[in-house]
């Protein structure tokens, strides 16, 4: 499903709905609340609309637990980081205990190894199945989500749920969620707005299945629900 908006506030409102209703319904469900943040500038104002009163007030925060769909493996409080700019978009704003935030860096691992803790942890809260009830996504000019890059290697992954590599274009390492854990999710939303995004949303959307070029195309949920929130420029090309 794909819901064009005219702004970027209309997409954070839509967005931030949408995460309380995920939230009051697996609380309600099952006594607790998976949901996984994406990173870059462009959920800020998601964040902090989240965490403003009307909406945090909405969620039992003690019973929410926050995972990263990817990370650059530098420090916390690094400005690259994605943690970082949640914790002051959101997390600092809200009553969620310390031990519910699985943040996708430690000191003194490495990130292969990390990798393999944090998938333990996703399985320590979600359980063998996997299934996180919200994932939050964006989609990068080039078609990449999470770390999920062109032409890499981690593309190909089938059986780990968390990876991580050396990505040499940006000489750094990166840690992500892989598709086949994304896929499990209940709910999958992915935000784009600008117009830069038009092309790459255009070949996700109707291109021809390539993965490798765009790695979007590999998130197809197993039952659960994928939702493309846009405004009129990413969608300009997609008409």
Known sequence: MIQIFNTIEEINTKA?????????KAIQE???FTAVLTGGSSPAGLYKLLASPDYKSKIDWSKVYI????????PLDDDRSNAKMSFDTLLSHVPI??????????EGVSPEAYAVTYEQSVKDITGPDGKLDLILLGLGDDGHTA?????EAVLHEQTKWVD???LESQNMHRITLTAPLINKAEQIIVVAFGEKKAPALKEVLHGDYN???YPMQL??????????????SAAGTTN
């Open 211 to 213: 993965p490798t070029t």
């Open 16 to 24: 931030a709905t949408l995460f309380v209703v995920s939230a009051q």
């Open 30 to 32: 099952k006594g607790k």
């Open 147 to 151: 770390s999920l890059f062109p032409g």
């Open 97 to 106: 205990p310390q031990e519910n935030i699985f943040p996708m860096y430690k």
């Open 67 to 74: 995972f990263w769909g990817d990370e650059r493996w530098v």
């Open 219 to 232: 998130i197809q949920p197993v039952t659960g629900e994928l939702l493309f929130l846009v405004d009129k």
């Open 164 to 166: 991580a590599y050396r």
